[in-house]
């Protein structure tokens, strides 16, 4: 198939040509990222409070966060945001394979993360960490328990909201694999890679910030 | 006029391009799925207005009699819901917004089609939600879903419901994320920022509220469905949550979405009176940049909610000065229409009477929220029929009567019909006859400390209640008014022409209907916004306007 031909079949009806609609959905990605952060920000401010009202019991919950787990997700996730950046640099000169093998390999790392935060959740589970009736907390230190809960119940909110956008991201990449095993991307139309790419740096980047602090900040605090 | 009715009629338009169900559900035409969200939200405002109705017959009496209160919790709350969420949120970004959008920039459709067709469908699941939690016992939180109630104690179906807002918070988020889109990379050719209409400055700066705004409720919203299933204690001051911390995260979003509202129905405004006023906004810098200020000030003033809630009064003084902030904005907007009336040739269509009763109510409404803003006032009339009668004079009196506007001013645009002058000019006035009856003497009942959301009250407060029912019933007819000659004249209308009321705005300068693409070519903008001086000049397109209505 000739190239102009292509150029008009992926070419909405609205747009003048490929470049205005290429930069019409980068400009709308990066809008929507500015909603997510709007959406993680709400969690991240109540973090916030918590931790200033409750900082013994939010050091007592930190401390018993796996953070041997927590830092081969973090690898794990860095590493996936390289392979896909690297599908999208692929997907724009046109080697179908190599964008395909990068796409596969973001797909991996992506399940791998979810698998380390499964077993994570199962420990927490098995320690009686899981917000709730059975919740059940006893470590040194000076703390209300129930303040405990409320670190661990915003700790599940928000790696569990986290983990979501990871599934979603995933289920994203099948349909890019899907469309580039149909040969759907060509240096001119690829605007779909870049664009779950773009969702895909912004789900690490969460990460990013939910590692240190969930995880670090308070590890080496006295409660 | 005959044969200029006989040609726009056999041009192909959006509404006869295509037939049947299918070719309306699965439209991506920004137009289509404009005229999709009107017959939703309409369909919800009746609702909504059927359980004011009942709560107004409640109060006819000050004895309990006609509901339980439990039966009148649940009225207020789905009341509030409905109308807010489903209605006030959308109605004029989803409709007006949607239709008008893209033919004011000259674009062909909204940057992301197929995004927008999403919103409507994630914007009817979401009412779905909310519907079925109406239909399951109702809900009794309040519209505001205050916690611990919610989140412990309400027996009520209260996650369906929240599960309803978080969802129909997506439609909102994606309607202004094409918005905003939309403005910046579809303008056409020559139409530069300071060229756009106030419509567009209104819309834009309400979808910036809208894409910042709602995923704050979203997040807020999960905490308490969390809460609520499995007791996570977030909330729950037992276990050293902080039921406040519900309040302001809640309001971060709640209040701006006050402006979400309001913002809108200014842009309406702005177009109405240049166009029967026959000039230019004053100010136009002004205007579109109150807008901005409206929108940036928004997010500033959300704990006016919580003078009483037990934030500090140093915290309470500062929202306070904030909150006076906004009405400045607001008042440039009001200062400025109104001096676009001075030497203006004004004509008094249907539009142009709810424009003065908008500027009228949306004073009273504006500047008794100065009073709220006031700490000392407020911890006199809070939760009082005060605060009823104020938001209702913005909501109503503000956002609804600009719908009014905006449907009327358009109607002729959406459909190539024009509505029958007289009748709606008489539902312009029952609306406003019965509106002020209504909530007028609401003002005067939270003065004299009459609370809010109680089933029963005191004798005393008879006479004032009576007369707000009354009113109720009159505003009811007024706005059921509209529905029926509306639908009529979709079969019986005259042709309305092209452009009916001569106005400028890229609009006007298509077909009506206009075609799926909006534009036969794209135009290219050489004028500036509300030309009406060109546009009026002898040798002009509508010099002489007077004889040419008249034959």
Redo the contacts between chains.
Sequence with gaps: MPDNQVATQDL???FADLE?QK???T??MW??L???I??????F??YL??RL??FNAWVAGSQTMEIKLGAINTVVLICSSLTMVLSVHFAKLGKRKLTAICLLLTLLLGCTFLGVKAVEYHGHWMHHEV???NFHFEHEGNY?P??V??FF??Y??MTG?HALHMIIGAGLLIWLLIFNARGRFTPEYNTPVEMVGLYWHFVDLVWIYLFPLLYLISHSHNG | METISHTSQAKPNYLNADYGLKSWLLTTDHKRIGILYLISISVFFVLGGFFAMLIRLELLTPAGDLVLADTYNKLFTMHGVVMIFLFLLPAIPSVFGNFLVPMMVGAKDLAFPKLNLASWYIFMIGAGFIMYSVITGGLDTGWTFYTPYSTTYSNSNVVAAALGVFITGFSSIFTGLNIIVTVHRMRAPGLTWRRLPLFIWAHYATSVIMVLGTPVLAVTIVLVALERLFHFGIFDARYGGDPLLFQHLFWFYSHPAVYIMILPAMGVISECIACFSRKRVFGYDFVAMSSIAIAVLGFLVWAHHMYVAGISTYAALIFSLLTFFVAIPSAVKVFNWTATLYKGSITFETPMLYVFAFIGLFTIGGLTGVFLAAVGIDLHVTDTYFVVAHFHYVMVGGTVTAFLAALHFWWPKMTGKMYPENFSKASALLVFIGFNLTFFPQFLLGYLGMPRRYHAYPAEFQVLNVLSTAGASILAVGFLMPMIYLAWSLQYGKDAGDNPWHAAGLEWKTSSPPPTFNFDETPTVTWEAYNYDEIDAPGGPTHNKGVEVAG
């Excluded at chain 1, 709007?38 to 969690?43: D, I, P, V």
């Design positions: 909405k009806h609205h205005h930069a019409t959905s400009f709308g809008i929507f500015i909603t997510e709007m959406f993680f920000g709400g969690a401010a109540a409070v918590y009202y409750y917000p709730g009736p209300d129930h303040q809960m409320i119940s915003l599940f909110a909201l």
